[in-house]
């Protein structure tokens, strides 16, 4: 009982036991320290105090001098106190690092807690006070901070996030010997950091492996398996450059444990997005991950250095630079990057450094207007769309660096990007380099919208992307928009829907319009059709006048109706969409995802929000009259519709960096259920069609800036009929839907598979991975179902009620790869990566890894003669004998008892995995064993030598001694 230890007569209470450690020289003595400020030395052996020590503030810690005749305690009042083991009434020394000491010679001001110390010596030298806590409390808003003492000199080292624990890394593991600090192990709430104590400055060890992948969210992220195994060396080197300054130069002073290996020898790779726009590479090969290289995105713009200085947008009301898709073509290294602000940014990887003097920047106005923008007394002329606007403005337009912003006569902002591109030379460093910058701007008051698709095609030296109005296509080679419409236009006369560009409120008041549309739809086709024009966007002046009847007057209180309510639904999508915003609630999150869930917005959205949601590059047949193929680009929108796009690209060399890419639309239409997720295609044995690409060149070396032509000519595209593909070896068109999937054969467009998918959800998230050596088609429902089929037949091959769809996280971020794998963010801070591979799951137990390693124990301290003839030095102590039933009796029966089930834990480990779970732990039984064997048969064969070299030794003294006297010896 507590008044047993202090005292029998004591009446006060001392609180709460905060601390019991024993002597580092006499095992039998134990140090026990109250919460009130009171310790006592414990004599196991005679079952009483030896020593009682007593202060006024409350104890926190306590710390032991090896020697054991010293101890040091941290108190709540931000001091230390030093005890001498024999001086138990006062304290020999009492310490306030943090207290400002008064003139007067009185006690220093009180400071906050020291919440731990511990007390380390060194053989040469001074020995290491090392706390955390202690500041004073006038330092208002510092960060938590670990303070090192030694000798005269303190350092205060403060941390990014609170103080968990922290523990000094030491020579040896006995606590009676010199400890000789070497690092500190500091545990932070969110983060691991080892300091050097052997460095001037104690700096930092740099973590071998990232502890946090969230230190700015994670807004999105994508998965490859099976990369070029030239990738992560690539990345890996010019990550390496990045290495900040002020890094300990020593290892890493904790090692132990083994990854395991595995059978899976391809390389893996992550990428995740952040929300302050920067980009990190991962090695997620076997089961390790491993940082490659981080690159940001914000760098292009100029950031406001005030709260006046907002942005022009209002899209988001922060995380103007959060990156939404991502994507990415391995064998090129081609990287594009669109972020929530309705930018886009090309990317190419370069190992060497470079200095770009002016970025290349696109501003393009993607906007179709659905109603008239006119005031109550006047009439104004309308076009059917402003992105129909002559791509030839834009051009000029976008190579000026100072906006072309305008005002409106109303005073609505116009012609305005979100982000503003910095003006002065920016330096590159090796790694990825920002090419082009695109970026969508305010037309008519309304910021631009969130970028729904993008892809990109080195081969081709194109980039495409999508939202709600329409579609774009830059050729990033030549710095030109090639293709700017809204996604009414790209149907031209053959649109299924019959939609005009008008509110519906208009649409009841409309006479003739729908043959109008039609006939000018028509015109603008066989325009673009029109191998003279160049682009598809090469609209003037002149082309809209000629249009007929596309404008009619409208009343002031039916504009401002569909305004408002279309104004209302895309705030809504807006909002819905940022990467930021999580929606928990099934009833918003089924609204976010479905295209069909009310009639209402229905009308709207078929009216006029038609997003483009899929887009695919490939060389194949455009219309069924086809005869060879030829590039061309697929899109996918969201009430279903697959439309086909013809690229006319010219030869390699310089004819690329001059002659413009012709761009048409086919007016071929597939139609599906459900808005389109992924597209992809399949040759006559069922093999992916991978899109064209262009292997990686270094584009800085000066040798080869004279040899682009002639990486051109290298490209794998081609568009004379002669080396085209014959019409008898057809392509299939794989296209999956939210709702359902259709394998269709080209060039005769009849669909041979069709599968419904689900009817009572939808699908999240499509791809065409590769597994076992063939390809097959994997989707995640919002129900939680994870299923794949067989291309081409989509027979169902798996069909797992895996993850309820219960945050709309997982539904960002869930994504699909090659050899069975797929991964998303299970939570704000972690990345959950799955298997649907019955190959990955047998070698699961092989891949996991071994956290401890058995290493040798290092020899304990001589005691040396006079120690051991005098009784100094460790002493041990039996407990066992002490504790045990023969000296403390038997417990009592109220007392806790273990009662071992039928078969115990491990027969229900052995019931729940089944015969290869009792091979696995009876194969690693036998390891054990033999490795137990071995070691005993190496100690007996010790053993023996030791007792030969005895016996050796005995019989040597008695053949030197026998013959002597006693009086001799």
């Known amino acids: 009982m507590w008044n047993k230890a202090i005292e029998l007569s004591s009446k006060t209470h001392p609180g709460l036991i905060v601390h019991i450690s024993d002597n580092p020289m006499d095992e039998g003595k134990l140090l026990i320290g109250f919460e009130s400020g009171t310790l006592v030395l414990w004599d196991l052996k005679s079952k009483k105090g030896e020593y009682r020590y007593s202060y006024d503030e409350a104890i926190h810690s306590v710390a032991w001098h090896h020697e054991g005749k010293q101890f040091v305690c941290s108190h709540s009042d931000g001091s230390l106190t030093i005890w001498n083991v024999k001086s138990p009434i006062r304290p020999a020394q009492i310490i306030t690092p943090h207290g400002k000491l008064p003139k007067d010679g009185k006690k220093p001001e009180p400071c906050k807690p020291i919440l731990k110390v511990e007390y380390r010596t060194c053989k040469s030298g001074d020995p290491f006070i090392i706390f955390s806590g202690g500041l004073s409390y006038d330092t208002v808003g510092r960060r938590p901070c670990l303070t090192v003492m030694h000798g005269k000199s303190t350092a205060v080292l403060e941390m990014d996030y609170p103080i968990v624990d922290f523990l000094t890394l030491c020579e040896t593991p006995y606590p009676s010997d010199f400890q000789e600090p070497h690092a500190v192990v500091v545990l932070l709430e969110k983060d691991l950091v080892v300091v050097d104590l052997g460095q001037n400055g104690y700096p930092i060890f740099e973590n071998p492996y990232p502890l946090d992948i969230h230190e700015s ?69 076997a089961i390790t991950l491993q940082v490659l290289y981080k690159m940001k995105t914000s760098k292009v713009f100029e950031k406001s250095r005030n709260k006046e200085e907002k942005p022009n947008t209002d899209i988001v009301d922060e995380d103007p630079y959060a990156i939404q898709i991502i994507s990415w073509c391995p064998e090129s290294r081609m990287l594009c990057v669109a972020g929530v602000s309705a930018h886009v940014i090309v990317y190419k990887f370069s190992k060497q450094e470079m200095t770009t003097e002016v970025i290349q920047m696109l501003e393009i106005r993607l906007h179709y207007e659905i109603n008239d923008l006119e005031s109550p007394d006047t009439d104004q002329v309308l076009s059917v769309g402003t992105s129909c606007q002559g791509s030839n403005s834009q051009t000029a337009n976008s190579q000026s660096h100072p906006s072309t912003s305008s005002t409106s006569s109303d005073g609505l902002r116009d012609n305005v990007p979100c982000l503003k591109i910095k003006s002065t030379p920016l330096k590159q460093g090796a790694g990825y380099q920002a090419e082009v910058v695109i970026q969508l701007v305010w037309v008519n008051g309304e910021p631009p919208q969130q970028i729904t698709s993008l892809a990109v095609n080195s081969s081709y030296g194109l980039l495409v992307f999508g939202n709600c109005n329409g579609i774009a296509m830059v050729d990033y080679i030549q710095k030109t928009v090639l293709l700017n419409l809204g996604t009414i236009e790209l149907y031209g006369s053959n649109d299924p829907y019959q939609r005009q560009p008008k509110s519906p409120r208009k649409t009841r008041q409309a006479s003739g319009g729908l043959c109008d549309i039609n006939e000018g739809s028509t015109a603008l086709d066989d325009r673009c059709k029109s191998p003279t024009s160049g682009s598809a966007s090469s609209c003037n002046s002149e082309d809209e006048q000629k249009m007929p009847n596309f404008i009619e007057k409208v009343k002031y209180k039916s504009r401002k109706f569909s305004k408002t309510i279309v104004s209302d639904i895309a705030k809504m999508s807006r909002k819905l969409s940022l990467p930021t915003e999580l929606k928990p609630d099934l009833d918003v999150r089924d ?3 479905s295209r069909s869930r009310s009639s209402s917005v229905t009308s709207i959205d078929k009216e006029s929000r038609e997003a483009i949601t899929a887009l695919h590059f490939c060389e194949t047949y455009t219309r069924k009259a086809d005869t060879c193929t030829s590039p061309c680009l697929w899109v996918g929108t969201t009430l279903g519709t697959v439309l086909v796009i013809v690229l006319n690209l010219p030869s390699g060399g310089e004819q690329r960096l001059t002659q413009p890419v012709i761009v048409s639309p086919s007016g071929t239409i597939l139609r599906l259920k459900g808005g389109i997720l992924r597209l992809a295609f399949l040759d006559t044995t069922g093999s992916l069609i991978l899109p064209a690409h262009e292997p990686w060149r270094e584009p800085n070396l000066q040798e080869e800036k004279d040899d682009k032509d002639k990486c051109r000519k290298l490209r794998p595209v081609s568009v004379s009929p002669s080396s085209s593909q014959e019409i008898s070896e057809t392509q299939y068109a794989v296209i999956c839907s939210e709702k359902q999937a259709k394998v269709i054969s080209l060039p005769s467009q009849n669909c041979i598979y069709k599968h419904n998918i689900t009817e009572t959800s939808f699908v999240l998230r499509a791809d065409i991975v590769g597994l076992n050596g063939s390809i097959c088609l994997a989707c995640f429902c919002a129900n939680g179902h994870i299923m794949t089929f067989s291309l081409p037949s989509l027979r169902p091959l798996l069909d797992v009620n895996y993850l309820p769809l219960t945050d709309m996280r997982i539904a960002r971020t869930f994504c699909f790869t090659n050899n069975g794998q797929a991964l998303y963010l299970v939570s704000p801070t972690e990345i959950q990566r799955i298997t649907y591979s019955q190959g990955t799951c047998e070698n699961l137990q092989e891949m996991l890894g071994e956290l401890f390693t058995p290493v040798e124990t290092p020899e304990a301290p001589n005691r040396g003669f006079f120690k051991g003839l005098f009784g100094g030095g460790a002493q041990s102590l039996d407990r066992e004998e002490l504790f045990g039933e023969s000296a403390a009796g038997k417990p009592s029966r109220s007392l806790a008892q273990h009662i071992p089930g039928t078969g115990g834990i491990e027969g229900v480990k052995g019931a729940a995995s089944g015969v290869a779970g009792e091979l696995a732990r009876a194969r690693i039984a036998l390891d054990e064993r033999g490795q137990k064997l071995s070691e005993l048969e190496e100690r007996t064969a010790a053993m023996l030598y030791s007792a030969d070299t005895f016996s050796k030794h005995a019989h040597d003294v008695m053949l030197k001694c026998k013959d002597k006297k006693w009086y001799q010896f």
Request: hydrophobic residues 30%; charged residues 20%; proline residues 7%.
């Open 217 to 285: 969210p994670v807004t999105c992220c994508e998965y490859f398996a099976d990369c070029p195994v030239d990738l992560i060396p690539a990345l890996y080197s010019v990550g390496a450059k990045q290495k900040r300054q002020g890094y300990s130069k020593k290892e890493w002073p904790i090692n132990g444990g083994n990854w395991g290996l595995g059978t899976q020898s391809y390389p893996e790779i992550i990428i995740t997005g952040h929300a302050d726009g920067s980009l990190k590479f991962w090695d997620a090969s």
């Open 591 to 593: 609204n976010s995802f």
